[in-house]
């Protein structure tokens, strides 16, 4: 065969590549061109060097951030040099810098044999050195042009510190609050989850993945993670075929067809599958139905961990299934490129297996323009113009404001006067370090804005501002109630600031109780007697379990983490320069002991819907009711909503023969200030072959309203908006009375009956 030079087979593949661009609409579709000049190296390339090629460590060399994964046997420095030299390296990830990525590549593309570059990734989840909120946060602002904002933000930061690939977003719709990593996704709802995802995607990989500027995204953890039992981190998930695809899948097969070209294969199993070995998840659906052309990275060690859950006999056998399974790049634990050459040799693995993971790998690379220009992203100019860009810390404050949900405000105690003296206590009031929350591993530490200086900077020099911590995060101060009660004797108001501390939520951060930790509700309690007027803000990665002094403060506003500019984002709200306009993405249960918790749950056969309790699906203890629902989340004025109406009532036929029907409402602000709604559209399926659940989030709408300003607002419900998951895994709608509502939240407004 005659060789092509690799100038020209470029040029001519360059096409093909670009096939694995993003086309929205065809991106899950992709078709792939057979490209020569890959085939070519494939057919060059030794099997040492495919299974290098499958493999991608974490970066013992240049990696700066926080401890975040549990230690393994690192491959050490002059391991990792070697494997370079020898091509035996597909990538690394979490080790940053221009330069120093540049040296490394250099070492590929120059000595290796067949010049492969090297890719560099890392776990931008929230941010790179400018933390935007944590993604359930963000998902509160219920706007997905903000989240492609703060993606598209964190990508010119991440690619100009020397990345290509971020392991983000993560997508896991989460199902109980005591499950730590709720703080990374986009709450507990498949409908805002796949908005969210579609969004953050589009924001890191921009408009063209080869641009300098752009990074990989990587929707994870494929899949159903969010569904562990218990909320207990890594365990078992046990669902249905149809509660896989209803509820887990939606944000997955959104960032696809958006053209995300990776993904992560989760620890969990499923139904005693492990993800990571799972080929009905990662070869079936995935590739067979959604046609995604892209690669699949295993978590953190998650193949080798097939062993412990008992479905692989040992490291070999796990490479055969993960392998086998569509799981094509392994991470850290170093078992594909141990095992790969000798299986291949001893017939255990069919070599075509292999060649399809390293074509899959080498594409991503060539479609994100890595052989053409291998040393792309890898500009210390760029690494010192473009990271915390003016711009970016405008916008990490603006996301922040647009998280932080209102959940009360009695007697309209906020916004507080800038006049007012203050007392600002809490564990977090001066913590910069704490600020970001889990998952924030490269942040600029230094340069974040702290509750205490956001509220100096806004009361300015003549503020009257008060401050203590009053207790830590997990224990008593000494001397700290008396501390706080000190502060806030001198003081009108006072602003408490309680919650969990950044290490409380994320990964292998479960909770059986969600609750404010006991020595900051003593504080609580304490502040609470001198009757003064109270402000709780709470800091958290989850939904918690409000009780006490914390739950019955006559204000309480919902602030996640925050990120860098936490400080001056809260101050904007509490000050009123600005008005809250966020929506719970999580309920709020009464009680840990609720949980799971979520507001899309089926009606069961014995409901409680009066106040018969007799013989009811209910606890003796609670209501099943939220203290604050789903899509909960107020404003600075009133707002009032109108009854929904159907555009055109009719029988069933009118709909189907129709194909859709409208419903509407009028959403007026009875404030004095203008405000921004998020008008929820919610439907319920009464009878179905799968029963449905009771509410289900299909439309939202934000509305900019003046003062005494009306808007009506409208949905279409069509069958593709009703269609739902069924056993033989076809999604369609069925003929069924339907009930729809615009309303505030996840349990608010009377529906109308319309059939379809
Ligand atoms: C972790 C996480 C995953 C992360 C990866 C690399 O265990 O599960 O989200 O991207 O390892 O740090």
Known sequence: ????????????????????????????????????????????????????????????????????????????????????????????????????ARDLQKLAVEQSPHK??????????????????????????????????????????????GLHWTFAPMVDVARDERWGRVSEGAGEDPYLGAQMARARVKGFQGRNLRDEDTVLACPKHFAAYGGVEGGRDYNTVDIPDTTLRATFLPPFEAAFRQGALTTMSSFNDIAGVPATGNAYLLTDILRGEWGFKGLVVSDYTSEEEMILHGYAADGPDAVVKALSAGCDISMQSGLYYKHIPDLVRQGRLPLRVVDEAVRRVLRVKQAIGLFDNPYRSMDPKREASDIRRPETVALAREAARKSIVLLKNEQDLLPLKKSASVALIGPAIH???????????????ERHVT???????????????????????????????????????????????????????????????????????????????????????????????????????????????????????????????????????????????????????????????????????RYREVTNEALYPFGHGLSYSKVRYSATAVSEAGPSPALRAKGSVRVSAQVENLGAR??????QLYIRQLTASVTQPVRQLKGFQRLSLAPGETRRVEFTIDAEMLAFPHPDHRTYAEPSAILAVIGPSAASGEPVKLAF
């Open 116 to 161: 492969i570059p090297l890719i560099f990734a890392g776990d931008i989840i929230h941010g790179m050195k400018t933390i935007f909120p944590i993604p359930v946060g963000e998902a509160a602002s219920f706007n997905p042009t903000l989240a492609e904002r703060t993606a598209r933000a964190a990508a010119m930061e991440a690619s100009a510190k």
């Open 431 to 445: 913590d910069k370090a704490d600020l970001p929350g889990p998952w924030a591993v490269f942040p600029d530490v």
């Open 674 to 679: 203008p405000c921004v709604e998020v008008a």
């Open 1 to 100: 065969m005659m060789k092509m030079s690799r100038r020209n087979l470029l040029r001519g593949c360059s096409a093909a590549a670009m096939t694995l661009a993003v086309d929205p609409s065809l991106a899950v579709a992709q078709t792939v061109l057979p490209d020569a000049f890959i085939e070519q190296l494939i057919a060059r390339m030794s099997l040492e060097e495919k299974a290098g090629q499958l493999s991608i460590y974490s970066d013992p060399l240049r990696f700066e951030g926080a401890q975040i994964n549990p230690k393994t046997a690192e491959q050490s420095a002059k391991q990792l040099h070697a494997s370079i030299l020898k091509g035996e390296l597909t990538g690394l990830f979490n080790g940053v810098g221009a330069s120093s």
């Open 451 to 617: 509750f205490a200086e956001g509220f100096r900077s806004a009361l300015g020099a003549q503020g009257r501002l008060f401050t203590a911590r009053g207790a830590d995060y997990e224990a008593r101060l000494p001397g700290g109630v008396e501390q706080a009660l000190a502060a806030a004797q001198s003081a009108e108001v006072i602003v408490l600031v309680v919650g969990e501390s950044s290490e409380m939520s994320g990964e292998a951060q479960s909770r059986t109780d969600i609750g404010v930790p006991a020595p900051q509700l003593e504080l609580a309690e304490a502040l609470a007697k001198l009757a003064k007027p109270m402000v709780v803000l709470l800091r958290h990665g989850r939904a918690l379990a409000l009780t006490g002094a914390v739950r019955d403060a006559p204000a309480i506003m919902a602030t996640w983490f925050l990120g860098s500019e936490t400080g001056n984002a809260v101050a904007d709200l509490v000050f009123g320069d600005f008005a809250p306009e966020a929506r719970l993405p999580v309920s709020f249960p009464q009680v840990s002991g609720q949980e799971p918790y979520f507001y899309d749950h089926r009606n069961t056969g014995r409901p409680q819907l009066t106040d018969d309790k007799a013989y009811k699906s």
